[in-house]
């Protein structure tokens, strides 16, 4: 089993994905236990001094001015947990459960927050032997963080709860004792260290984000196909066109448009058959560009969240200062601002699939099929396409904007950062549907049109479409063969994979 170390800072996008995804195993650097220990040596000081320091020695929220003894202390950490732990919706999936705890693992790594060294190390055994809480996905206001999905993520850790193990669902506890992992009983500081944070939208956005930078791959791609179906002219490609408004995702696309379509026989330069394609042909590069630039700004902020400290109180020398790390508003704004970008991604390639099966607009036999009438061929594809991106279009309303005030007006701005990244995920499944039946479309069409010599990089993937795929004859399911073009899309057979 191949394993990741932890330390607090160092975590990147391949390692969150071989966790989450790959079952990597996960340990901490020893200059991490170091901390973690020191920061905790430092709570038990402030506790035996009787220094008031919020969530120490005092309730949470508009509780805050309430002061709480050292014997109410441990009963105050579970009651933390029970009483947050009320999310709705379906549950998270496993790759999501599995990033939530890595990525508190990793914060609580950097010791600013005064946890015990056997409780991360409890976390860390849930992780590598396969104990993953059931996490409802709604219920966070993304601040203080996420409270309630992430005290159901604390529910087995303490015995409660439910959790699925060995791919089946049971309670928490009966879980933790089929992995050999004993519950632990939190003690002052550690209820709130273990809930008060951005781990739930962080690690939703970071898979998403992945995830949005393979489609930023596929798009180019599908898109060099439907040049090549629609004998698209190349010349928009030149890169003195792109050096003048510099702008690098606009540069990067064109370059590698040009790229892919090396050696193709199917496009045309300026002139040839017309002087100008429409917007979705010839501007892909600035579309295209916009969204790579987007997505680009997207994960050097997650990065910087994945290795961040964002509970409260922050554990210092001296003291613990009760700020406002946990308040998800930078990963909300940069959620939204993905959603556009791979919503954009989305519209032009729908408008990709009408010029290819519409007949006015691509000399193509009518819904790319050549008994139209008794056949519908690919008529009904360009109608789910645009259900999908008219969707995006709902869904890419931002969230971050809206903001309702909680805890008795105490905490009076949220962020809303985790519904901005459950809707930047389901716009990025949107898009990969869509970029799967352009995939298929532009085959489809290159095949009618009479497939010549294809670009050295479009021909690859056209062969890997069409033995996956074969040219509609006559009618059949299609939804079967869009299927399989998104499962090639999900398995990387396209791409390298990597970000």
Same mark, same amino acid.
């Given at each position: 089993?191949?394993? /990741? ?50 969530? @120490? ?10 002061? /709480? ?45 005064? @946890? ?12 590598? &032997? ?8 709604? #219920? ?16 087995? =850790? ?22 050999? @992992? ?8 550690? #209820? ?11 690690? @939703?956005?970071?898979?998403? /984000? ?18 090549? %179906?629609?004998? #698209? ?99 909300? /704004?940069?959620?939204? =601002? ?33 008994? #139209? ?14 259900? =999908? ?61 009479? &497939? ?8 690859? %993937? ?8 074969? &040219? ?28």
């Amino acid at each position: 089993m191949q394993n /990741i170390v932890i330390d607090g800072s160092n975590l990147n996008l391949d390692d969150l994905v071989n966790v989450c995804r790959k079952n990597y195993s996960v340990e901490l650097s020893e200059e991490a236990k170091i901390n973690v220990r020191a920061s905790r040596k430092k709570v038990d000081e402030f506790i035996e001094s009787d220094k008031t320091i919020y969530g @120490i020695t005092t309730g949470f929220g508009k509780f805050s001015d309430v002061n /709480i003894t050292k014997d109410d202390a441990i009963l105050l950490q579970k009651n933390l947990i029970i009483t947050h732990a009320v999310g709705a919706g379906n549950p998270l999936d496993t790759d999501i459960v599995r990033g939530v705890i890595l990525l508190r693992v990793n914060a609580l790594a950097k010791g600013y927050s005064g @946890i015990r060294l056997s409780t991360i190390n409890t976390l860390v055994e849930m992780l590598n &032997k396969g104990v993953h809480p059931v996490i409802p996905e709604k #219920g966070s206001l993304g601040a203080s963080g996420d409270l309630a999905p992430l005290s159901h993520m604390v529910l087995p =850790l303490i015995g409660l709860g439910k959790a699925e193990y060995q791919g089946i669902v049971m309670s928490g506890s009966e879980a933790m004792k089929k992995a050999g @992992i004993k519950p632990v009983e939190l003690v002052a500081k550690e #209820g709130l260290a273990l809930i008060n944070g951005t781990q739930v939208m962080t690690t @939703i956005g970071a898979l998403t /984000i992945y995830d949005g930078l393979q489609l930023s791959e596929m798009a180019d791609m599908a898109a060099a196909l439907t040049f090549e %179906a629609l004998n #698209g002219i190349t010349t928009a490609l030149d890169p003195r066109v792109h050096a003048v408004r510099p702008h690098q995702g606009q540069i990067d696309t064109a370059k590698n448009l040009l790229n892919l379509l090396e050696g193709s026989k199917m496009t045309t330069v300026q002139g040839e058959i017309r002087v100008q394609d429409a917007y979705s042909l010839r501007c892909v590069p600035q579309v295209h560009g916009a969204s790579k630039d987007a997505l680009g700004y997207v994960k050097e902020k997650i990065l910087i969240e994945m290795n961040s400290v964002t509970d409260n109180p922050i554990i210092f020398e001296e003291t613990g200062i009760s700020g406002g790390n946990f308040h998800g508003q930078p990963m909300a /704004i940069s959620f939204d =601002l993905m959603s556009i970008a791979l919503a954009e991604l989305a519209n032009i390639s729908e408008r990709r699939i009408e010029r290819l099966v519409n007949p006015s607009l691509s000399g193509l036999p009518a819904f790319l099929v050549e008994k #139209g009438g008794l056949n519908s061929g690919f008529m009904i594809v360009q109608y789910s396409a645009a259900a =999908l991106v008219s969707e995006n279009k709902i869904l890419s309303h931002p969230a971050s904007v809206d903001s309702i005030p909680s805890s008795a007006n105490q905490e009076d701005h949220v962020s809303m950062g985790t519904i901005g990244a459950r809707k930047a995920r389901e716009i990025m499944k949107n898009l990969r549907r869509v970029l799967a039946m352009e995939m298929m479309c532009a085959c489809q069409a290159i095949d009618l049109r009479g &497939k010549k010599q294809l670009g050295k990089r479009t021909e690859i %993937a056209y062969r890997i479409i069409r033995d996956n795929v074969s &040219k509609l004859i006559d009618d059949r399911e299609l939804y079967e063969d869009i299927n399989k073009c998104e499962e090639l899309i999900v398995e990387g057979a396209f791409t390298n994979g990597t970000h």
